[in-house]
C-alpha cells in the first residue's frame, strides 16, 4: 500500500530533525530542533523567519561573540587619522571591496554551498550578498603578527594603531575563524544529510557567518571584525568615497550599531610624533593620549 504523501513528508521532517538533534548534541548545542520550524525543499532545509533558533545557534557556535564592551587595536596610516580626527568617525566598508582575496567564498566553497558559488546566471550570489556587509578590522592585543600588522596596515610602521573601547548593540563583533580548522557545526550538518539524501541546511545568517570566515593563509592577522549587514527596505547610513561604499560609526557617541571610544594612540616604530600630534591638533581627538 503506497502511504499519502503527508506521512512521507512528515516521516522525512522526522528523519531531518532527528540528524540535526545528533549533530548538535555532538557540539554541546542545547537545542532541540521541534523548537525551530522547517520547510524541507528538493533542493534546501531552511528554518522559518520566525525566532530563526537553529540559524543563530549554528552562528554563535562556529562564530562566538566577542566579549563586550572589550578594547581593540585598529592599525592604520596617519591619513586615515587625520580623517577619522576630523569626521570624529569610524568607516566600516563594505566587503565588495575585497571580494577575490576570499572574503565570503571561502566558507561557501568549505560548506559546499554551491549555490552561493553558481556563475550560470551571471554574478554569483556571494557577491551580490557583499553589498550589504560593511566592516572594519581589529585585533586583540596581543593578538596577531604585530611585525606584520604595521607593516601591512600602517605604512610599514609609519602609520598609528589606534587603541579603541568597542561596545556592540545591534553590529556584530566576533573574531575570524581561519580554513584550516576541522569539520564546523554547519559542514559535519550537512554531511549527515547528504549521507541519509537530504539537502544541505541552509541558515538565514548565512550571509553574516560567511563574513567571519577567511582563507588561512590571513591567520596571521586574528582578526576581530565588526560588522553592520544592511538590511533590504531598512535603514541605511552607507556613503561613498567615490569608489567604495562605507558605513560610517561616530567615534565617542551613542548610536544604536555600536558605541566606539578612542582610548589611545600608538605610533608606529617608524612614525614622527610630531607628524601624529599636528594630525590631532585641533579636532575632537586633541586630548586623546598620544603612547
Given at each position: 500500500m503506497t502511504k499519502a504523501p503527508i506521512f512521507i513528508q512528515i516521516e522525512?521532517?522526522?528523519?531531518?530533525?532527528?540528524?540535526?538533534?545528533?549533530?548538535?548534541?555532538?557540539?554541546g548545542i542545547d537545542l532541540h530542533p521541534e523548537d525551530a520550524e522547517l520547510t524541507l525543499r528538493p533542493e534546501v532545509v531552511l528554518e522559518h523567519?520566525?525566532?530563526?533558533?537553529?540559524?543563530?545557534?549554528?552562528?554563535?557556535?562556529?562564530?562566538?561573540?566577542?566579549?563586550?564592551?572589550?578594547?581593540?587595536?585598529?592599525?592604520t596610516?596617519?591619513?586615515?587619522?587625520?580623517g577619522i580626527a576630523a569626521t570624529r568617525q569610524l568607516r566600516l566598508y563594505w566587503a565588495r571591496k575585497r571580494i577575490g582575496?576570499?572574503?565570503l567564498d571561502t566558507f561557501a566553497i568549505r560548506h559546499g554551498l554551491k549555490g552561493y558559488l553558481d556563475t550560470s546566471a551571471g554574478e554569483p550570489f556571494y557577491k551580490t550578498l557583499s553589498d550589504d556587509l560593511f566592516y572594519v578590522s581589529l585585533t586583540r592585543p596581543g593578538g596577531g603578527d604585530e611585525i606584520d600588522l604595521w607593516s601591512v596596515f600602517a605604512e610599514g610602521g609609519h602609520g598609528v594603531r589606534l587603541k579603541l573601547r568597542v561596545?556592540?548593540?545591534?553590529?556584530?563583533?566576533?573574531?575570524?575563524?581561519?580554513d584550516?580548522?576541522?569539520?564546523t557545526v554547519l559542514s559535519k550538518l550537512n554531511s549527515a544529510l547528504a549521507s541519509e539524501g537530504e539537502p544541505p541546511f541552509v541558515p538565514w545568517s548565512l550571509s553574516k557567518i560567511g563574513a567571519f570566515c577567511l582563507p588561512s593563509t590571513l591567520r596571521r592577522e586574528h582578526e576581530v571584525r565588526l560588522l553592520i549587514k544592511r538590511h533590504a527596505g531598512g535603514r541605511d547610513d552607507a556613503?561613498?568615497?567615490?569608489?567604495?561604499?562605507?558605513?560610517?560609526?561616530?567615534?565617542?557617541?551613542?548610536?544604536?550599531?555600536?558605541?566606539?571610544d578612542l582610548i589611545e594612540i600608538h605610533p608606529g616604530p617608524n612614525a614622527q610624533m610630531h607628524n601624529i600630534q599636528n594630525t590631532i591638533a585641533g579636532t575632537p581627538f586633541e586630548s586623546v593620549p598620544v603612547v
Open positions: 522525512r521532517e522526522m528523519k531531518v530533525r532527528r540528524i540535526i538533534n545528533s549533530v548538535l548534541l555532538e557540539y523567519t520566525g525566532r530563526r533558533t537553529l540559524s543563530n545557534s549554528i552562528l554563535d557556535s562556529m562564530f562566538p561573540k566577542a566579549l563586550s564592551p572589550c578594547e581593540l587595536y585598529h592599525y596610516t596617519v591619513a586615515s587619522l587625520k582575496e576570499g572574503e561596545h556592540p548593540s545591534r553590529a556584530e563583533l566576533r573574531a575570524i575563524q581561519y584550516a580548522l576541522p569539520d556613503l561613498t568615497d567615490g569608489i567604495n561604499q562605507y558605513w560610517p560609526l561616530p567615534i565617542g557617541e551613542s548610536n544604536d550599531f555600536c558605541q566606539i
